[in-house]
């Protein structure tokens, strides 16, 4: 999933986290690693593994990451290995990247379900990007000038959600993920066991 930086995704993927949870439907979300220092109450790996340049570096170079991006001058990366313990455990995953990260995941595992949420509008951006209050506004300027380009990737995702009412938005992506759980190469294992109780009956099919 990704979207310009205050774009909204963050809550978006939490509260159908939370119905996921509700429904037992097993769901992980991805705890990215990132050079940028730590925000007022960010908590280092509950929001984000903060790390150094040297130590990004180094795990860039043993492959650790499923993908990595700069992003305002900052590096971030999804762990490969956290992903793929999740998916080996059936759980579906959520990675809250940008558009350059999104473009390699969806590269590197076809299968992956690409979503861009857009804000309704410049004004709404910005006004989100100053009332999260946690950037100085040379940064919020470089944000907004760094989404306009993001934006413009929007047709490379399967889908796209405007963050126009979050309740709308959250309904837009359970809706997206009750989808992706059904589709044929992710049901066949299930499907195949209750046609072999069919077949066991000798019913021919
Ligand atoms: P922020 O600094 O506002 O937390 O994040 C800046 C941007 O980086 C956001 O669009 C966020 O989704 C994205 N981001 C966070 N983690 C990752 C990651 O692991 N990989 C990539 N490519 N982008 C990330």
Request: hydrophobic fraction near 45%; include cysteine; aromatic fraction near 8%.
């Amino acid at each position: 999933m990704a979207s310009p930086s205050g774009g909204g995704k963050t809550t978006i993927i939490r509260q159908v986290m939370a119905a996921m949870a509700g429904r037992g439907w097993p769901s992980y979300f991805s705890v990215s690693h990132t050079t940028r220092a730590p925000r007022e109450g960010e908590r280092n790996g509950v929001d984000y593994h903060f790390v150094d340049r040297p130590t990004f570096a180094a795990m860039i170079e043993r492959g650790e990451f499923l993908e990595w991006a700069e992003y305002v001058g900052n590096l971030y990366g999804t762990s490969r290995s956290a992903v793929e313990a999740q998916r080996a455990a059936g759980a579906d995953v959520f990675l809250d990247i940008e558009v350059q990260g999104a473009e390699q995941v969806k590269s590197r595992i076809p299968e992956a379900v690409s979503v861009f949420v857009l804000p309704p509008s410049l004004a709404v951006l910005r006004q989100r990007l100053e009332q999260r209050g946690k950037d100085a506004p040379a940064v919020i300027d470089k944000r907004i000038r760094v989404a306009a380009k993001e934006m413009a990737r929007y047709p490379g995702f399967d889908y796209v959600i405007i963050n126009d009412r979050l309740e709308e938005a959250v309904q837009a992506l359970d809706a997206i993920v009750a989808a992706a759980r059904c589709r044929t190469a992710r049901q066949a294992a299930l499907a195949e066991r209750i046609l072999a109780d069919f077949r066991a009956a000798c019913v021919e099919v």
